[in-house]
Nanobody, 119 residues
């Protein structure tokens, strides 16, 4: 079982920055594809950014140029640097791990961390 623990959320004013961290348990972190998702009240969960085990990244259009996802395999941690935050970025942010021990795909989720951006 993989445990994911997010940290770094909080309240900031529009234009500010936050860095989220997601620490994973175990010794196979480097084999995971990792993602950050968010869910605002009354809205569906949406993908924010993703980084593969090889380091390739992808971003939702609404965060391109503002957010950066990265990983440190030595620390079993994935990060989300969020700059130029907007009130519409307010949501609970969760990290996700995707592990593919053939032939299955397993998904793990953290509990989430609240990000609140005020205007």
């Amino acid at each position: 079982q993989v445990q994911l623990v997010e940290s770094g959320g909080g309240s900031v004013q529009a234009g500010g920055s936050l860095r989220l961290s997601c620490a994973a348990s175990g010794s196979i972190f480097r084999t995971f594809d990792m993602g950050w998702y968010r869910q605002a009240p009354g809205k569906r969960r949406e993908l924010v950014a993703r980084i593969t085990k090889s380091g390739s990244t992808a971003y939702a259009d609404f965060v391109k140029g503002r957010f950066t996802i990265s990983r440190d395999n030595a620390k079993n941690t994935v990060y989300l640097q969020m700059n130029s935050l907007k009130p519409e970025d307010t949501a609970v942010y969760c990290c996700n791990a995707e592990w593919s021990p053939n032939p299955t795909i397993l998904y793990y989720w953290g509990q989430g961390t609240q990000v609140t951006v005020s205007s």
